[in-house]
């Protein structure tokens, strides 16, 4: 969904992503991520704002996860329940663009 009035514009709608690969970096070392499950669908919300001048656009892009990527139950040393967390995509983008064809 799209709205442009002058130069500006505003967009939301779905964005559906793959999740290749979940790598922690340390300061001395690397971390697979064993516990993630990688190479899974995420669906995402997004939100735009943006400025445009002839072909180019400047823009400013919120995504939220509306899938988990994970949900994680933790348990003390006998097994038992104490907690739960489930971790979403949150992402804040800035971008650039040129329109290189147009209708």
């Not at 006998?78 to 739960?84: E, K």
Request: no cysteine; net charge neutral; aromatic share 12%.
């Amino acid at each position: 969904i799209g709205w442009q009035l002058n130069h500006f514009n505003l967009t939301a709608g779905p964005e559906v992503e793959y999740l290749f690969e979940v790598i922690t970096k340390f300061p001395d070392h690397k971390s697979n991520n064993s516990f993630l499950v990688n190479k899974k669908w995420i669906l995402n919300a997004n939100l735009e704002a943006g400025y445009r001048i002839g072909r180019f656009q400047i823009g400013l892009r919120g995504s939220m996860g509306l899938t988990p990527v994970v949900d994680l139950e933790f348990t003390d040393v006998n097994g038992v329940h104490f907690a739960s967390k489930r971790i979403i995509n949150l992402a804040l983008q800035a971008a650039v663009n040129y329109t290189i064809l147009e209708r």
